[in-house]
């Protein structure tokens, strides 16, 4: 057929097919790399790269998706094969990657087989391949053997010929990278061996590494391979100390208690879940380097999950996945007989999880963000990246940010930033994105490869890491299965050497996971841990999250009075000084972390110190015994009951934010009956404030019974409290999220009291209208008054007009899904205001079936939108521009486009759901109360075809409120 091969032969003599391809040095000057890492996806990436530089600028590369059997195409002359008479015409590059795996067939075989259906897929019947190519060019990690005419290379050059002879496809010419002839391009094009350095390097990666990356400084190899290896020894530990387990049975190993948490991401919600951890890693094997992005979707990752959740431990589970990536296969000589011995429990414990092994080796990096905003506001000017070069130089002496930086743009990084919820004051957070934002771009500059992964609590969070670079994953909670699961491990782990008390705890656990009211208090590993030691203590559980850090608290303290030492007196004698002592520093810390300059989560300890030898001065007449007194105190609480540590020199602060939560909040309800609701309202707007609040109202319900009605009525007066409240209802939203902890369960009454309000939000423009359907339905189960609530206020909602309309209908949608009597009712109420509705109603309503895909109304088909032009959130929005900081809101507004859709004749106003609030500071009250009062009246103004312009502008509002809650007169609350 007069074809012409090009199949370049690889250097004969190194491997014959079918053996393991073993990266590592050559004889003859190249290096063999460790294609096998690349997987699927990455290596079509590659092969993309390689043909571009070697064919030339006139290839054709197609994104990840149906590519009608092609990685790339050419059309007309291309630089290729330089000793032949040069490609000219139309031509298709194929990538074929073979999986790691134990199948039979040789590497040849394996071959012939892909090609025969990759070329019979353009001559099947009804192919939609298009034009047959005149030239094709296959790439493949297999290892063709060179051997002359029995070899794996000649074996396939024969096949391809015969092949399109029977198939009658006129080649002109064909060829085969295999394994050896990749290595060899990879060898000839640095550029390209740097951007997938990660994957492909030799094993020994770190002692190897200048034969991969001549231009990498000699010494950074050495200092990231001992950084590692010291990262791997010290983070090898899970804070468990928090839950008792330190004290009572030493340290226990993150790795034989590990867990990956189930997530929901945009993709998967309402249809599945995914697991956290492999989630992150699977994201990571990815070349994420700017220059070979093509792709639109965020680069990076965050972390959303509610207090306990796991987010840190998550974090750090995945750095030590990445250094067990980047140490698995050094030689003995390069680490430590210790380093060793961790890196080979870690390496089985995570087989055991089913954590993936990350197959992009990245350098990983984690740090604390209240840390970094610690340091700034102690004056420094101070970079990310020169923050990231002092804490890796604390295990690592010489680690510079001018490292840093050459490190940054020659080896893929995995950068954990940790806890952006824990910056609570507005100020330290903006200052901290901005450097992170700074960073970012500072990454960019040098085509880095560089993934992050930002953590943060839901509540109060902003949309800081922006949604078009970071991608949201959302904790849900525990199931029964996963609490059960963990708790094993748990068990297993702390009592290793006590099989009896083992199985006793799983037992228990067993038990409390099948009772409503413990149940609920098993839906984040925090609480399983807590629970776990309980259960080893104490015949009746807790039935709130109150009471469960109350019973763990008192079950601590119990156990260091009971030993026979001066320490355990010394508690047992001042138990209402160390009360006293905890709820002070949890109060004061709580309202400070949301004052602009304050640093977060410590406070120092000198002032500690002084505060309390104020109060023991008042009981002890010796000002020498009592100072005495308060540095014993103080020691006693960091030494021993591990709740206060000192995590910086002179400073001392709560290890676990939930407990420090705790702590603050048995001090708003301690004191005079008379100030504690009173407190309560005063806090109840506050993001900051969210989950203390919600554990004082559980203390209310636990230690003050006759406070309940007072409690919950002062829901209603925090609702009334002006235009603001009246349209954000922060009292309903706190009634929601006091049904969600099935706080009110066994006290009816309150509980009816607490849907009634709660159903308010039906109608109001929440943005997670799914979570006020979801947790009022669990509500309306429980008892048949509160079922009856809800059907009135489902009538009450399709009863109304214009924006309210619009809300209640996304409820109802969900709730017609559900089984039982409400379920049906929403269902009846639906079709009936389906039938109601007027045309401009109908057409708004149809913008669900796009927006929210898990609202499907029945009546309402879907449509495919049509946008006909565009306005800026300004335009909806009529804001006194004589004030600078209100002029500041208009050029914000005017960045926010709305879009203009054409649905059955009517324009429907629509906000895409990815653009970020990076809303700007007000720093004056009539600043504040100006643009918040525009906001309000816009949102009253929106009609049915403005619905998600009212919700988006909701959200809005609820950002533009001050942050900083009133002080709780720290001094006087305890």
């Not at 994104?63 to 630089?79: I, N």
């Not at 008042?618 to 206060?644: H, M």
Request: hydrophobic share 40%.
């Amino acid at each position: 057929m007069g074809g012409s091969r090009a199949a370049l032969v690889g250097r004969p003599g190194k491997m014959s097919e079918g053996m393991a391809v073993r990266a590592g040095a050559r004889n003859d000057g190249g290096v063999d790399y460790d294609l096998s890492r690349l997987g699927t996806r990455e290596f079509e990436h590659l092969t993309q790269a390689l043909a571009k530089r070697v064919l030339g600028a006139g290839v054709s590369v197609f994104g990840d998706g149906k590519d009608g059997g092609r990685e790339a195409t050419f059309r007309g002359p291309v630089t290729y094969p330089l000793d032949q008479k040069a490609w000219d015409g139309y031509g298709v590059v194929q990538a074929k990657f073979r999986q790691r795996s134990t199948a039979r067939n040789p590497d040849s075989v394996w071959m012939e087989n892909v090609i025969r259906e990759e070329l019979g897929a353009w001559k099947a019947a009804g192919s939609k391949r298009g034009e047959l190519p005149e030239f094709i060019l296959f790439t493949t990690n297999v290892v063709l053997s060179p051997v002359p005419f029995s070899g794996g290379i000649d074996r396939i050059d024969r096949f391809i010929e015969s092949e399109a002879k029977r198939l009658k496809i006129n080649l002109k010419g064909w060829g085969v990278w295999h394994f050896d002839e990749i290595c060899r391009y990879l060898d000839v094009y640095p550029e390209i061996r740097q951007s997938y350095a990660g994957f492909i390097t030799p094993g020994d990666v770190l002692s190897r590494l200048l034969e991969v990356l001549p231009d990498a400084v000699p010494d950074t190899a050495s200092m990231i391979r001992i950084h590692a290896g010291m990262e791997l020894v010290a983070d090898q530990w899970v804070r468990l100390g928090q839950a008792g387990a330190q004290a009572d049975s030493g340290r226990i190993g993150l790795g034989p208690v590990a867990v990956d948490l189930e997530a929901i991401t945009e993709a998967t919600q309402g249809v599945g879940s995914v697991r956290a951890g492999a989630y992150v890693i699977e994201r990571g094997d990815s070349i994420l380097r700017p220059s070979l992005q093509t792709a639109k979707d965020p680069r990076h990752a965050l972390i959303i999950g509610g207090p306990g959740q796991g987010k840190s431990t998550l974090g750090q589970l995945i750095c030590q996945a990445y250094r067990v990536a980047l140490l698995d296969e050094e030689g003995e000589s390069l680490l430590t007989a210790q380093a060793r011995e961790v890196l080979q429990a870690l390496r089985d414990d995570l087989d055991e999880l089913g954590l993936p092994r990350p197959r992009s080796r990245r350098w990983p990096l984690r740090i604390a963000l209240h840390d970094y905003a610690n340091a700034i506001l102690g004056g420094e000017e101070l970079s990310l990246l020169h923050f990231l070069a002092q804490q890796a130089s604390r295990r690592t002496p010489g680690i510079t940010a001018t490292i840093l930086q050459r490190w940054l743009r020659t080896w893929p990084w995995i950068l954990v930033l940790d806890g952006l919820d824990e910056v609570a004051s507005p100020y330290t957070r903006d200052l901290v994105m901005t450097r992170v934002s700074d960073f970012l771009i500072q990454a960019r500059g040098l085509d880095a490869d560089l993934f992050i992964v930002g953590t943060t609590r839901p509540q109060g969070y902003n949309g800081e890491f922006h949604r078009g670079d970071f991608e949201p994953i959302r904790l849900v909670e525990m199931s029964t299965a996963d609490s059960l699961h963990y708790a094993g491990k748990l068990a297993k782990a702390r009592h290793r050497d006590d099989p009896d008390m083992r199985e006793q705890v799983v037992k228990r656990i067993a038990v409390a996971s099948r009772e409503a009211g413990t149940a609920r208090l098993m839906r984040s590993p925090l609480q399983v841990t807590i629970m776990s030691l309980l259960v080893e203590k104490r015949a009746r559980m807790p039935q709130n999250r109150f009471e469960l850090f109350h019973a763990y608290y008192d079950t601590i303290y119990a156990r260091e009075v009971d030993k026979p030492n001066s320490t355990g007196q010394l508690l047992a004698e001042n138990r209402h000084h160390v009360d006293w002592l905890h709820q002070y520093v949890g109060v004061l810390l709580q309202t400070r972390a949301a004052q602009t300059g304050a640093r977060d989560s410590v406070m120092l300890k000198n002032e500690l110190e002084n505060r309390l030898q104020e109060r023991l001065k008042d009981e002890i007449d010796d000002p020498k015994k009592a100072s005495s007194l308060a540095a014993k105190l103080i020691e006693a609480v960091t030494d021993r009951l591990v709740l206060l540590v000192a995590p910086e020199l002179d400073y001392i602060g709560f290890e676990v934010r939930s407990l420090q939560e705790y702590s603050a909040a048995r001090a708003l309800i301690s004191g005079p009956d008379a100030d504690i609701i009173p407190r309560l309202e005063a806090l109840a707007q506050h993001p900051s404030w969210r989950n203390t609040w919600l554990l004082a109202a559980a203390g209310v319900f636990a230690l003050h019974p006759h406070l309940r009605s007072d409690l919950v009525n002062a829901l209603r007066t925090v609702d009334a409290l002006d235009r603001t409240t009246m349209t954000l209802l922060p009292g309903a939203q706190l009634a929601l999220s006091l049904l969600d902890e099935d706080l009110a369960r066994q006290h009816p009454r309150h509980q009816n009291l607490l849907v009634q309000h709660a159903a308010e939000l039906i109608t109001q423009s929440a943005a997670s209208p799914i979570t006020v359907a979801n947790v009022l339905v669990q509500a309306a189960s429980r008892h048949d008054q509160a079922n009856a609530h809800l059907e009135r206020a489902a009538k009450n909602a399709v009863s109304s007009r214009g924006v309210r309309l619009m809300n209640g209908f996304q409820i109802l949608a969900r709730w017609a899904k559900t089984p039982g009597q409400l379920g049906s009712a929403s269902q009846q109420l639906l079709e009936a205001a389906v039938r109601r509705m007027n045309p401009e109603e109908r057409a708004a309503a149809r913008l669900f079936s796009v927006e929210k895909p898990w609202v499907r109304i029945p009546g309402l088909a879907a449509y495919r939108p049509v946008r006909i032009g565009h306005k800026s959130l300004a335009d909806f929005i009529d804001l006194d521009r004589k004030s600078p900081e209100a002029s500041r809101f208009i050029t914000y507004f005017r960045r926010q486009d709305v879009y203009q859709l054409d649905i059955d004749g009517f324009t429907v106003h629509y906000v895409e759901p990815n653009n970020p609030f990076d809303v700007p500071l007000l720093e004056h009250d009539d600043a504040v109360r100006q643009v918040e009062q525009a906001i309000v009246n816009a949102i009253e103004a929106q009609q049915e075809t403005g619905w998600h312009v009212a919700v988006i502008l909701t959200g809005l509002l609820e950002q533009v409120l001050p942050r900083e809650a009133p002080q709780p007169r720290v001094l006087g609350i305890i």
